[in-house]
């Protein structure tokens, strides 16, 4: 399949379920299935797939269930690495530019004595010639055959031809002996307080960003004018997961501001403001491969409408919109990954704590936040004896108190502490549900 028949393929696809929505009155989503898969990148280039690449790969792996890892099949040949027989790989497309001394017109163009086509190479300050000579890029002036004279940035600008060229990569998954890191995982399988915590780690890095976040209200919404997300009070989320999905998204909407990456929004209810909708519903499905936590949009018959016409317009607007969702999530991750390198350096922070001991909880919460670290129980004193005191329910609901040296084993002790409880819950929901059904069955049976 060429690489427009799986431009088309796909556009049709996300259409047909668009107009489905619309028909049935229900909302839209991706097509989500595993979640957590990570950016897709290539194991042996250290490639991070972009654009439609991104959106492609992303949907492949989430919904297989396969690592978002890809290589070529020459890049796995010469590794000794064979593709599994009767595989078939997934079309890629790689877009670039030919400099204008390399085209038919820009070669004519008269410069120094020479003409552009003997331009050996250009580098940030000068132009060499293949006979030696050099001259300063900025003072460069390239004449046409008519007369007209152009910078070298306007040659660039008027001459230089874009080409695509296409490429197939396999999936690790799809190799025989791929080293087993390739197929390795660890989002796939991730757990509430993981997916959480990365949403957390987000939101912080966006607060040092600028962005600033408010609650309260029924309403989820992003600000442009205060550069501000705007979140329904936690309590009306059924479930962690959801708020910081919303959360998600709505930081989607924030990288488009004039100070990140200057998108134009538009006003409700217009083309430009259903687009930039449809780049943060993309962007909601990058995150979600990045920490697993998925976004319930339900899009509403309007702006389904709004994607339809613009997608039945344009073969490539969705894959428009994928390649301003990747930057948007790419402008997200890398602040988010710095403040994380942060946080880990400072992962040890009880290592000596001769200079914090706490008298009072209020002590203890600066100690913290000064330290970049937000997660704490507070227990009496709770650095009395340089140990980190928490207390938590046992099988027999009777408060018991542990002692740690370290934050984050106290975390990951509650957490687990936490999963417990959930689960019993959830077996008693269904036990309380089963015996439910058995009863109103024996009221039928009675009557």
Known sequence: MSIKD???????????????????????????????????????????????????????????GLPNKWVTFKQAQKEGIQVKKGESGVPLEKWGIYDFWLTKEGKELKVAGTTAG?????????????????????????????????????AQEKFSIPYVKTF???????????????????????????????????MRAMEKDGLKFEYGGNRAYYSLLIDTVHL?????????????????????????????????????????????????????????????IKFNSGNSATY??????????????????AKDAGKAVDYIMERTLDLEE?????????????????????????????????????YGNSLENDKLYVKYLNDNKEIKVKDFRYWHDARDFLERENAKIRSADLKKDAFSQDLENRLNKSKKLER
């Open 342 to 378: 942060k946080i880990e350096e400072k992962s040890d922070i009880f290592n000596n704590l001769e200079d914090a001991h706490a008298k009072t909880e209020e002590e203890f919460k600066n100690f913290l936040n000064n330290k970049n670290v937000k997660q704490y129980t507070w």
């Open 118 to 154: 003997n331009i050996a190479n250009v580098t940030g300050i000068n132009i060499n010639f293949k006979n030696g000579k050099s001259i300063n890029k900025d003072e460069a002036i390239f004449t046409s055959k008519t007369g007209e004279e152009y910078s070298f940035s306007k």
């Open 168 to 202: 197939t990569v396999f999936n690790a998954a799809q190799l025989e002996n791929a080293p087993k890191e390739w197929l390795d995982n660890p989002l796939k399988d991730m757990k509430e307080p993981e997916k959480i915590e990365k949403a957390e780690n987000i």
């Open 232 to 292: 329904p009070d936690k309590r009306q989320f059924e479930k962690p997961e959801d708020l910081y999905g919303t959360a998600l998204h709505e930081i989607g909407h924030a990288t488009g501001h004039e100070k990140r990456l200057n998108r134009q929004f538009g006003q409700f209810g217009d083309e430009r403001y259903a687009k930039e909708e449809l780049r943060a519903e993309l962007s909601s499905y990058f995150l979600a491969a990045e920490t697993g």
């Open 304 to 321: 389904l409408n709004s994607w339809i016409k613009a997608l039945k317009e344009d073969k490539n607007e969705i894959f428009k919109a």
């Open 6 to 64: 799986y431009r088309a393929e796909l556009t049709d696809k996300i259409v047909k379920e668009m107009e489905e929505a619309v028909k049935e009155n229900k909302g839209w989503d991706l097509p989500w299935k595993k979640i957590a898969v990570g950016a897709p990148e290539n194991p042996l280039s250290g490639t991070k797939y972009m654009g439609m690449n991104r959106l492609i790969l992303t949907i492949t792996a989430s919904d297989n």
